[in-house]
């Protein structure tokens, strides 16, 4: 029984002994604590949040795929857009310029017109000064004569008398 008591020392003062209580006690804590189940749990998590980041990443890649598609068009839009500007620009500036060639040519034959009427008035404001001259000078030469020569004063009575006496005959 020595040997027996020998080799209980032996074994309780050994790791090995040690160790197996160790591990005795981990699997009583283990069923304890339901250690299977809480690493099924965590592995059943592990496992949605992977299918989550898998979900999420198609979903981004989709999304990335449609950017790409619709960034793949914008320089042609914008090229398109620009040349849609130039050609409403070149169709404005040339409609300004028809629009300032008919007004130009709309002053330049107003500003006629009116030169025109302005020579007009001129010149009959010329005859009438011209004709108000020469009623003048008429009126002093035939009050010259008429002073000067008597007779003729009495002449162009009888003539005007004759006159008014024809005027009469035709109208009666």
Partial sequence: MSQL????????????????????????????????????KIRAEIISEIEDAKSVR?????????????VAHVEEEVAEKFKSIEDKARLLVNSLEQNAETKI???ESNTARIILAEEKNIKTMLSKNTANSAVELAKKYIKNRL???VALHEKYIDESLQELDRINLQNG
């Fill in 147 to 149: 002073e000067q020569d």
């Fill in 105 to 107: 040519r709309q002053i």
């Fill in 58 to 70: 198609e979903k981004a890649e989709g999304k990335l795929a449609e950017a790409k598609s619709k």
């Fill in 5 to 40: 008591v020998a080799l209980w020392n032996l074994i309780l003062k050994s790791n090995t002994f040690n160790f197996a209580i160790l591990v005795v006690i981990f699997i009583i804590l283990c069923q304890k604590l339901k250690v299977g189940e809480m690493i099924e």
